[in-house]
């Protein structure tokens, strides 16, 4: 029997990269893997989805789905990462999210399954980003949605 191939082995950054970009830990860090990017322009990440991730407890216990928030969620993260990387003097920024519009929910995420986050940006200008994400399972789209994401100091941050 010929072993299974290992699923985009091939990553651009591996976790331990992105935690230098996000400030996001366990349990809310929810991309694995930078498949690929374009500054500026767009970025494909990879979650994989687990059952022992700790919403799956009580959402739902019967039927074990990932929290449609959740996927949204991980489009932003998805988002972030490009998004720091394509300003000058990320180490002293935040990106917080803003607004979410035109947001559909497609197909359950469920354990076991690998969502591929495809981000584009749609306009980046000063401290407001603007994007389309959407997340598939295989080849069946999950989740669609706009999202927008402001960018702060962290001064500004600490600040307020």
Do not use: W
């Amino acid at each position: 029997m010929t072993p299974p191939k290992p699923v985009n082995n091939n990553a651009l950054f591996d976790i331990e990269k992105i935690l230098t970009f996000l400030p996001h830990r366990y349990p809310f860090l929810l991309v694995d893997r930078v498949l690929k990017m374009e500054k500026g322009k767009n970025i494909i990440c990879l979650k994989n989805v687990t059952y022992n991730e700790p919403f799956f407890q009580g959402h739902f216990p019967i039927r074990r789905i990932m929290p449609g928030v959740l996927v949204v969620e991980a489009l932003a993260q998805t988002g972030g990462i490009l998004l720091y990387n394509s300003i000058p003097d990320p180490e002293d920024k935040i990106v917080v999210l803003s607004k979410i519009n035109n947001t559909k929910f497609r197909r359950p995420v469920v354990p076991g399954d690998q969502l591929t986050l495809k981000v584009e940006f749609i306009r980046l200008k000063n401290r407001i980003c603007q994007s389309k994400g959407i997340a598939y399972v295989e080849d069946d789209l999950a989740v669609e949605s706009e999202i927008m994401a402001s960018m702060m100091t962290l001064e500004e941050m600490n600040g307020r």
